[in-house]
């Protein structure tokens, strides 16, 4: 009679050990994607920033080609060329602030908006006066280069954004492992 019952915990197991070994690499498993997930979620995060900064970028350089070519000739199309685009600025940095969580990033974006808004505005001027027909008044006012510095400012910000965006994407995925 024992002899029957070693026989039959010895088949037990042998069924049950497989399955328990199944179990526990499925929590391991387990475990490991949702870590992978989390990454990936993070990842996403910082490409979906990135790509609105780019968007931020890209917006800034048309509306000030447009207020360029105003300057050079003025036409309906340019006018709404350049609302166009300050509108695209506008939204863009505002959705950039809402997404930002770090606080030097925040930082960055509150000088970022401070040097757009004020080259929005001078570019609006010359707008304004290419509208008034003072298109050579405009023109000596560009020649200045009062615009161009603040642009050539703007984008060293804007890199910098980046590079703060890059460490900390790196931090995120270090913390995250």
Do not use: C, W
């Not at 915990?9 to 497989?18: A, E, F, M, Q, R």
């Not at 570019?123 to 006066?129: A, D, E, H, N, Q």
């Amino acid at each position: 009679m024992l002899e029957g019952l070693k026989l039959k915990y010895s088949i037990l197991l042998g069924y049950i050990l497989p399955m328990l070994f199944l179990i526990v690499v499925g929590i391991f498993v387990y475990k490991n994607v949702k870590v992978a997930e989390e990454q990936s979620a993070l990842a996403q995060q910082s490409q979906d920033l990135m790509h609105e900064v780019i968007k931020l970028q890209y917006n800034i350089a048309a509306f000030q080609r447009a207020a360029r070519g105003l300057i050079i000739f003025k036409t309906d199309a340019g006018v709404k060329n350049y609302a166009l685009f300050t509108e695209g600025y506008k939204t863009t940095a505002e959705l950039l602030d809402e997404l930002l969580k770090s606080g030097k990033q925040k930082e960055l974006m509150k000088r970022i908006r401070f040097l757009g808004d004020d080259l929005m505005q001078a570019t609006g001027g010359y707008v304004k006066l290419v509208e008034a027909n003072n298109s050579e008044e405009a023109a000596a006012i560009y020649r200045t280069g009062r615009t161009l510095a603040q642009a050539a400012e703007l984008q060293r910000l804007l890199v910098e954004f980046e590079k703060t965006e890059t460490e900390n994407m790196k931090e995120r995925q270090k913390s995250a492992a």
